[in-house]
């Protein structure tokens, strides 16, 4: 079965830094492309960061592009995000996201979430 | 990049079809994705590719394009599809950056 289990999310000021963690698992995670996917309270979802299965090209939004940095370590079959330079509409449950093994990403399986909470 | 439009809500009564658009001006020659998401649940995939269902989606659930406008239908409506409603698609290119829709409530009445 494949799984995703998202991890270090919390509250941090303004200014911050946090990483955020994703551990997959029941499928060939080197073989995927990954992505993160945020949303914030009531509000629609924002794709946030995405990176080959490889980690060789990495791909952001330009809402975190030079504050945020998406890696993966496939030994450990876990996806990483560096989010630093926090802000407060920066808060939103940040999800992981599997692709599917096309050009245009989309994804088939989702991480449960983790609440990131930017503030004061 | 571009804006994908959905509209912010749908309502139906049970056993009608219900009818979710996502437009963009131009939408690129790239595919079109459906998540379907209810509360405190991550998304769920329900159609890639326009059309096709994803896996493990009752066949109720259905995606056609037409033009620059792509639709989800969902026929003969059950309680259980009650949700938020997302489309998806991709930069030009074909590739990143992914973009969403605002998201359409559905709501059965």
């Known amino acids: 079965e494949v799984q995703l289990l998202e991890s270090g999310g919390g509250l941090v000021q303004p200014g911050g830094s946090l990483r955020l963690t994703c551990a997959a698992s029941g499928f060939t995670f080197s073989a995927y492309a990954m992505s993160w996917v945020r949303q914030a309270p009531g509000k629609g979802l924002e794709w946030v960061s995405g990176?080959?299965?490889?980690?060789?090209?990495?791909y952001y939004a330009d809402s975190v592009k030079g504050r945020f940095t998406v890696s993966r370590d496939n030994s450990k079959n876990t996806l990483y995000l560096q989010m630093n330079s926090l802000r407060a509409d920066d808060t939103a449950v940040y999800y992981c996201?599997?692709?599917?093994?096309?050009?245009?990403?989309?994804?088939?399986?989702w991480g449960q979430g983790t609440l990131v909470t930017v503030s004061s | 990049s571009y804006e994908l439009t959905q509209p912010p809500s749908v309502s139906v009564s049970p056993g009608q079809t219900a009818r979710i658009t996502c437009s963009a001006d131009?939408?690129?020659?790239?595919?079109a994705y459906w998540y379907q998401q209810k509360p405190g649940q991550a998304p769920v995939l329900v159609i890639y590719k326009d059309s096709e269902r994803a896996s493990g989606i009752p066949e109720r659930f259905s995606g056609s394009r037409s033009g620059t406008t792509v639709t989800l239908t969902i026929s003969g409506v059950q309680a259980e599809d009650e949700a938020d409603y997302y489309c998806?698609?991709?930069?030009?290119?074909?590739?990143?950056?992914?973009?969403f829709g605002g998201g359409t409530k559905l709501t059965v009445l």
């Open positions: 998806q698609s991709a930069d030009s290119s074909g590739t990143y950056p992914v973009v």
């Open positions: 996201a599997k692709a599917r093994l096309t050009v245009t990403p989309n994804f088939d399986c």
């Open positions: 131009a939408l690129p020659k790239q595919y």
């Open positions: 990176i080959s299965g490889r980690g060789t090209s990495t």
